[in-house]
């Protein structure tokens, strides 16, 4: 026990979770004496915040304050929310970005410890109400203020005033535990008449029901009152466990490791308590995953706890599906679960109930104790980069936390991005390679058609002769096909076929993309929407019609020339719904389907045994990106798809376009490696990664004379420093947004100074115009 004297005054710093940079700092509040304590760094707390009562985190605990003049009301947190390690995070992200800290708070924890506010107004006068504002009350005189009713606050405050009504901030968690009456069947009751009950003699004794299972046994649900009142049944409320639903059988097929998986795990192994990264580079289908599964269990058997990241929801199941075949403790964490799943998945996390915890990108900062190792499955993937918002990288959180652990990191591709893959020749990264598939399979044959002689030979179908073919030929033989169409920075439009008219976003400048299932025309960047019509705005002419081809088009063609193929498709617009990846992952798993069309979702990490075939449309489509990185990500892709084919049975590979001379292309059956040394060569070339680090600023503003000025002054600004070559200003990809001009000032250099590239946008400072900066090329 420590007596030591608390001191009688105690202050917090803390950060209030409103987004805007005037407030972007941290305020002094006074600790009552309830709570002197209680209170620690890292936890949430009420604080009253101008006229409103806001939630903040506590980001330091001290005894003198010369600016405290309010207390803190209340204390949310037992145990601190924010951990110091998830606060060194903060400190990095806070230095390598320009954010708010109320956001970066945001992006470290979990959106289920949000505090939801709500304004509720109390009617004091009814008779001196303004007319106008009856409707709004309730009959018992109260209204629940929603968001898009706060412009009325300034008039209500002064109906406060002369005391008509009365304004509540009220606060509450937005998720709670689940919780649910279970009943247990108590042996020493007193009641006469349970033979009018035969049922009772069913139940287990110390068994919780819930009322749905009782009436699934057969009591009504007047049985089970009455049974409750004569204490035959003993009620209790308990905390229920949102358990997540699976539909793949659990089974474990253990593996005898060939000599290249022993030799790559037994590494790692020898250095599971070092901080060091390393490169598992191995063809596709070589057994990366199985390694990853014997590493693990070196990690859980010294009672340490294994994170293991995948770029996509879609790759969750099939990760998943493994790791519990082999481990029992696992949790699961990414953004389609719902808030109370993802509650319950973080309880568990906390409370150690776990051994592993599998995650999309955003489970990089979960609270998990004793961490002995982390995993970055299909580590080249652009996924693993948040672009919105804060921008971070989950390899370099993992970099921040393996050092805080004193752990190894695992990279693993077939793929390797050219960074990792450079670090890795610099001996940065410990290289370990798989070079062969298990079993001897062979890697898939692969075939290039080239479109453009398919159109001398009179065929205008989107499939060419030889693919149609090998389709036609895997129906017969009951074997599978994948066909790959990525439209990613291609989307469907119309056009007039009289005028040339393209209907456009009135706000934003881009062509309206066009939804053949809905008949209607939406801008993707900020949801304007109009029906379809076919006769043109311009030319009053009825000859509007689509142009490109869409997935749906695609689907309709499969449909149209393969009538007996029974076709499933996996794109964004259908998996939007929760558990609809894992559904057509296993709907086709379990061959219920004879052909998967799908965007480069379809692509990663996925294990289809009967896949002996797969087709890509326009695969020259992704090298027409604007982006550095467009013939890595065309690579990458076409590798990724094209070891989907042939993993268990011998298999094909189709590949169509217009131009497949490009290395990015021809690569695909040369590897890897023939790739890696084209692309580094243009990477130096051109001065890009990983020679020099790219960067880029994104100037806003409504007026666009002054706008341009303003990003061009930023560049000369920026050619005056040292080792810098600054590029533009050029119109952003998006020229205009909600009347915003926009433009972009590429930053080429040998380090980044972020002090001074703070230290230049506060010069440049002007309140009509916003200046942004990206740590990365390609995120506007
Ligand atoms: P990767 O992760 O490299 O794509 P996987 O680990 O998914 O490869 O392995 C591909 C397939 O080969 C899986 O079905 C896996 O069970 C099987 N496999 C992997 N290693 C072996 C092995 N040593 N012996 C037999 N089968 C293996
Ligand atoms: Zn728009």
Redesign the pocket.
């Known amino acids: 026990m420590n007596f030591e004297k608390v001191s009688d005054l105690m202050y917090v710093k803390v950060i209030v979770d409103i987004k805007h940079q005037d407030v972007n700092k941290a305020y002094d509040y006074r600790v009552p004496e309830h709570l002197i304590n209680d209170i620690q760094k890292g936890m949430r707390v009420i604080v009253p915040f101008g006229a409103q009562t806001r939630m903040g985190f506590v980001v330091d605990v001290f005894d003198k304050s010369e600016s405290a003049t309010k207390d803190v009301i209340e204390l949310l947190d037992e145990t601190p929310a924010i951990s110091d390690e998830l606060f060194l995070i903060m400190d990095d992200i806070d230095q390598h970005t320009i954010s708010l800290y109320s956001s970066i708070f945001d992006t470290v924890i979990p959106s289920g410890l949000a505090v939801k506010y709500d304004k509720v107004i109390y009617l004091l006068k009814p008779n001196e109400l303004p007319s106008e504002l009856e409707t709004f009350f309730s009959k018992t005189g109260i209204w629940h203020l929603k968001k898009s009713e706060y412009d009325l606050l300034p008039k209500l405050r002064r109906l406060q005033d002369k005391k008509i009504i009365e304004i509540h901030s009220e606060y509450k968690q937005k998720t709670k535990e689940k919780t649910e009456t279970l009943y247990t069947y108590n042996t020493n009751h007193q009641y006469q008449r349970t033979s009018r009950y035969p049922l009772l003699e069913t139940l287990l004794i110390d068994h919780m029901y819930t009322k749905k299972e009782l009436i699934d046994l057969g009591f009504s649900i007047s049985n089970i009152n009455t049974l409750v009142k004569h204490e035959v049944f003993i009620p209790k409320l308990s905390t229920v466990f949102r358990d997540i639903k699976h539909l793949f059988n659990i089974e474990d ?1 253990r ?4 000599k290249e ?1 022993i030799n790559a795990a037994n590494k790692i192994k020898d250095n599971l308590n070092v901080y060091k990264t390393f490169l598992l580079k ?1 063809i ?7 390694v990853y599964l014997d590493v693990i269990e070196k990690v859980v058997k010294q009672e340490q706890k294994a994170l293991v990241l995948v770029p996509e929801i879609t790759l969750i199941a099939p990760m998943a599906k493994r790791l519990k075949s082999r481990f029992n403790r696992v949790a699961i964490y990414h953004s389609a679960l719902s808030e109370g799943e993802k509650y319950d998945q973080y309880q568990m996390i906390i409370n150690n109930d776990i051994d592993i915890v599998i995650s999309t990108r955003s489970g990089i900062f979960l609270p998990i104790n004793n961490l002995g190792i982390i995993i970055i499955d299909e580590e080249h993937d652009a996924s693993y980069m948040q672009k919105e918002g804060v921008v971070y990288h989950a390899k370099n959180i993992a970099k921040l936390r393996a050092a805080y652990h004193n752990i190894p990191i695992v990279l ?1 591709s ?1 793929t390797p991005s050219i960074e990792s893959m450079y670090k890795a020749e610099q001996q940065e990264y410990q290289l370990l390679t ?1 070079s062969k ?3 001897n399979i062979k890697e898939p044959d692969i075939v290039f058609v080239d479109m453009k002689d398919e159109l001398k030979n009179k065929n205008t179908s989107i499939f060419s002769m030889t693919l149609k073919e090998k389709i036609s030929k895997n129906i017969e033989k009951k074997e599978q096909t994948l066909i790959l169409f990525n439209r990613k920075g291609y989307a469907p439009f119309v056009l007039c076929r009289q005028c040339g008219d393209v209907p456009k976003c009135p706000q934003c400048d881009i062509s309206l993309t066009y939804y053949k299932d809905k008949n209607q025309l939406k801008c993707h960047y900020c949801g304007y929407e109009k029906p379809f019509a076919q006769t043109c705005e311009v030319c009053h002419q009825k000859t509007v019609k689509e142009v490109g081809v869409g997935i749906e088009y695609v689907q309709a063609e499969l449909k149209r020339q393969f009538p007996k193929a029974r076709v499933l498709r996996m794109d964004k617009n259908v998996t939007t719904k929760k558990g609809s990846h894992e559904k057509i992952w296993h709907q086709f798993l379990n061959e219920e389907a004879d052909i998967l069309l799908g965007t480069q979702m379809i692509s990663k ?1 996925l ?1 289809f ?1 009967k896949v002996t075939l797969v087709g890509v449309l326009m695969a020259d489509l992704s090298l027409k990106i604007p982006s550095y990185t467009a013939s890595e990500d065309t690579f990458m892709l076409l590798t990724q798809i094209s ?1 989907r084919s042939g ?2 049975l011998p298999g094909e590979v189709v590949i169509q376009g217009y131009q497949l001379d490009h290395y990015a292309i021809t690569s695909v059956k040369k590897g890897y490696d023939q790739f890696y040394k084209e692309a580094l060569y243009d990477r130096k070339i051109s001065k890009y990664e990983p020679y020099y680090h790219i960067s880029q600023f994104l100037i806003e503003g409504t007026s666009y004379l002054k706008t341009y000025q303003k990003a061009f002054m930023l560049k000369k600004r920026l050619q005056s420093l040292e080792n810098v070559i600054a590029l533009g200003p050029v119109p952003a990809y998006i020229k205009k947004i909600k009347e915003h001009y926009r433009f972009v000032v590429t930053m080429k250099s040998k380090t980044i100074d972020m002090s001074e590239i703070k230290y230049i946008i506060e010069e440049l400072n002007d309140p009509n115009i916003e200046v942004k900066y990206y740590p990365n090329l390609d995120l506007m």
């Open positions: 097929k593996v005898d490791l060939t998986q191995g596709t289908g070589s057994g990366k995953t199985e693993g077939a798989l598939r298990p079993k990490g294990d045994p070891g993993r268990h």
